[in-house]
C-alpha cells in the first residue's frame, strides 16, 4: 500500500509543478514538463523512503477471491490493452461507449501538449475557458510533450490505472470488493448471454462505463479507496 500511495502523490505532484510551469512559462513546454515529472518522481521517493510502511494482516485468498482477481486482471488488460488501437489509416477503440470520451481525452492531451496558452481556451467551443477536469489529461500531456507517443501512452496509463485501482479495490474489500466493482451490471448481463435479453441492449457495469471510458477514475478511484483505508 505504501508504493501505491506513494505513485499517486508523484503523480498528482507532477501534475500541479506542471500546472504551475504552464502558468508561468504561458504554455506547457518540454522544459515544463520534464521538471514537473522529475518534481513527481523526487517527491514520491522521498516519500516512500522516509514514510514508514503501515503493519497489514496478511491473509490467503480465498478460492472465490482467486477468481475475482483473475476476471479484473483479465477485463483489464482486454479492456485496456486495446483501449485504442491503429489499423492501417484508422484509430479504433474497444467498448463503442468509449467512441465520445476518447477523442475529448486525445484532444485535451495534445492540445496541452502542443503548447497552449495558460489558461487554455476550451479546443471545442471557441472564446470559452476550459471548465474540464483535466488532471489526468494534463499528466498525459507532460508525457507527451517529453516524447510519449499518445496510442502507447493510453494503453500503458489504463493499465496502470487499472492495476493501482484493482490493488486499492483489494486492499479495501479484498474480493468482494473486486467482484462488485466488476459484476455490478445485475441480471440482464446474464439474460443477454442465454440469449433471452433484446438484441439492441448492451450490458454495462461501473467498469467499462466508469473506469474505461472516465480516465479521470483511473486516477480518483484509487486515491479515494486509499484515503479511506
Not at 217 to 225: M, Q, T, V
Request: aromatic residues 12%.
Amino acid at each position: 500500500m505504501r508504493a501505491l500511495a506513494t505513485g499517486l502523490v508523484a503523480v498528482c505532484l507532477a501534475t500541479i509543478l506542471g500546472l504551475a510551469g504552464g502558468f508561468v512559462a504561458g504554455r506547457l513546454t518540454p522544459s515544463v514538463a520534464w521538471l514537473a515529472l522529475c518534481g513527481g518522481v523526487a517527491a514520491g521517493t522521498l516519500m516512500f523512503r522516509h514514510r514508514p510502511a503501515a503493519p497489514e494482516i496478511s491473509r490467503k485468498p480465498a478460492a472465490f477471491e482467486w477468481l475475482a482477481i483473475g476476471l479484473f486482471t483479465l477485463a483489464s488488460l482486454r479492456a485496456f490493452g486495446w483501449v485504442v488501437c491503429a489499423s492501417g489509416d484508422e484509430i479504433r477503440v474497444l467498448f463503442a461507449q468509449n467512441i465520445g470520451d476518447l477523442p475529448k481525452h486525445w484532444n485535451y492531451t495534445l492540445y496541452l501538449a502542443q503548447g497552449a496558452p495558460f489558461w487554455p481556451e476550451n479546443p471545442h467551443l471557441a472564446g470559452l475557458g476550459l471548465h474540464y477536469p483535466i488532471g489526468v489529461d494534463l499528466f498525459s500531456a507532460l508525457l507527451v510533450a517529453c516524447g510519449a507517443p499518445v496510442i502507447p501512452l493510453f494503453v500503458w496509463t489504463g493499465l496502470a490505472g487499472a492495476a493501482a485501482s484493482g490493488w486499492a479495490l483489494w486492499k479495501w474489500g479484498r474480493g468482494f470488493a473486486l467482484a462488485g466493482f466488476l459484476c455490478n451490471g445485475g441480471f440482464q448481463g446474464w439474460l443477454l448471454l442465454a440469449g433471452a435479453g433484446p438484441a439492441n441492449e448492451a450490458w454495462k457495469n461501473l467498469f467499462t462505463t466508469v473506469l474505461v471510458t472516465q480516465r479521470g477514475f483511473l486516477y480518483a478511484l484509487p486515491a479515494g479507496l486509499v484515503l479511506m483505508i
